[in-house]
């Protein structure tokens, strides 16, 4: 009987689940019919005190009533830590999620940039400064994600006059999709694979699953596009003008989503008072052994994050054979030690940007709709954060039924965009007005630079997203 199974039956997570899947062995071992199982299992989550000495149910009965316990004792803030909102007519579900979010325990200030929607724990666009802890599903799943930009020394006409040389350079520098990986002989190389990956049992065991995907750009809304760059602003260090770029959104991966998953869990185990609506912002205490060797594996996952990045630029520019003028980039998904309101607190980003003064930032658009280059203002009121991109309007599965490829074809064609591949569920009209999302944040970013996609390549229809 499997973990959906026990959970159908009543069964709470961690512990109990745990003790639950030994006591089905036994009751297997000792005779007892398979179909009487799920009886026997459903009296004792109904009735725990009735079982607290049987011989075979004895450790589950006890787990239940201990787990029921300690959610009894959950104390929220007396007062919901504060947030501030920048947009209008946000998701409904985000702002549950940060409302839900400031009433942990360990909360202190939180905020919710203008491409706020839906997520795990915390929302999409969720910003929250906690004390002395992290919680994993704050971070989020794709630890690290980040955006990467560099401008390229060829003419804007390449765009069109070599198009196909692009596209196959995409297509053979990096790879798309979950479990996409380069074979051995074309394997990346990169110091970040002489870091300590032993640092944790699941970066262990990962590495090399890490290695064969380093240099890969996952699925979901993960991209490489090549664009026109127009710099409005000499702060970037470029002449004002129009230059051809070469764009990236991707992130840590395979390992980072197992690094991710483990230590989630391991989160929500360790905090079974936590209601069903807080149970995915369980946090680990910084000064545990679990919060330490979390925090250290997703400082190895920003760093292979950026490796990947890194890789995929330093191929495409060479298999070109130019010369990069600038390159820019940020992440989010992430967690920073930061100071605010004069005490030292831990500040997760999903989704959001780091947008500390004199900060250079990139907040893409859509496949069809431009993104970007800002400098951040450091607002305090915002934890020094920016939206990380348009934001989704609508659900994957919402968008897939609402749009047919012919509708999306003339959309790009009318802006002059070429796709190489994508799912559906990645149009443009599945987002947000980009234009919206940054009017909405004039306080937070200063736009420096707009970059406009024309040749973009995601991962293929039917894939499963990763972000």
């Avoid at 930009?149 to 798309?176: A, C, Q, S, W």
């Avoid at 993960?222 to 764009?247: N, S, T």
């Avoid at 690094?259 to 209601?275: C, F, T």
């Avoid at 005490?343 to 900060?359: M, N, Y």
Wanted: proline letters at 6%.
């Amino acid at each position: 009987m499997n973990a959906r199974k026990l959970a159908r039956l009543g069964v709470p997570s961690g512990e109990p689940m745990r003790l639950a899947g030994t006591a089905v062995r036994d009751a297997r071992q000792m005779g007892i019919p398979k179909r009487d199982i799920p009886g026997l299992i459903t009296a004792v989550v109904k009735n725990p005190h009735d079982y607290t000495d049987d011989d075979l149910f004895g450790d589950l009965a006890t787990a239940i009533l201990a787990q029921q316990a300690a959610q009894t004792s959950f104390q929220p803030r007396a007062e919901p830590a504060p947030y501030c909102v920048w947009g209008e007519d946000l998701d409904p579900n985000s702002i549950e999620q940060m409302e839900n979010a400031v009433r942990l325990p360990v909360s202190v200030r939180g905020a919710l940039m203008p491409d706020a929607h839906l997520g795990y724990g915390l929302p999409i666009g969720g910003v929250l400064a906690v004390h002395n802890a992290v919680i994993p599903y704050a971070v989020g799943v794709d630890i690290a994600c980040r955006m990467k930009m560099t401008v390229l020394d060829m003419p804007l006409t390449t765009l069109r006059g070599e198009e196909k040389r692009l596209i196959n350079v995409i297509n053979r520098e990096t790879r798309f999709g979950i479990g996409a990986k380069f074979p051995k002989s074309q394997r990346r190389d990169h110091p970040v694979l002489d870091a300590d990956w032993n640092i944790s049992s699941i970066t262990r065991r990962f590495r090399d699953k890490a290695w064969e995907q380093l240099g890969t750009s996952g699925s979901g809304n993960h991209f490489v596009e090549f664009g026109i760059l127009e710099v409005l602003d000499e702060g970037l260090g470029l002449p004002l003008g129009q230059y051809l770029a070469l764009l990236s959104h991707s992130g840590s991966r395979g390992t980072g989503a197992s690094v991710a998953s483990y230590y989630s869990k391991l989160a929500m185990n360790m905090h079974p008072e936590l209601p069903k609506q807080l149970r995915h912002l369980a946090w680990l205490d910084m000064d545990t052994d679990a919060g330490r060797e979390y925090w250290q594996a997703m400082q190895l996952m920003g760093q292979y994050a950026a490796a990947n990045h890194a890789c995929i630029h330093k191929h495409i520019a060479k298999a070109l054979g130019v010369k990069v003028l600038l390159d820019i980039e940020n992440h989010h998904n992430f967690a920073w030690i930061e100071e605010h309101d004069g005490e030292k607190v831990v500040v997760h980003r999903k989704g959001a940007t780091p947008a500390g003064e004199g900060v250079i930032g990139i907040i893409p658009g859509s496949m069809g709709t431009p993104g970007y280059v800002v400098r951040g203002l450091g607002n305090e009121a915002a934890l020094q954060s920016a939206a990380h991109g348009a934001g989704r309007r609508m659900s994957r599965r919402q968008a897939k039924k609402s749009f047919t490829w012919s509708e999306v074809k003339k959309y790009l064609r009318e802006r002059d965009v070429k796709l190489i591949s994508a799912g559906l569920d990645e149009v443009p009209m599945a987002y947000k007005d980009i234009d919206e999302v940054m009017a909405a944040q004039t306080d937070l970013v200063e736009i420096l630079a707009r970059f406009d996609p024309k040749l973009v390549k995601m991962a293929p229809a039917g894939e499963r997203p990763e972000d």
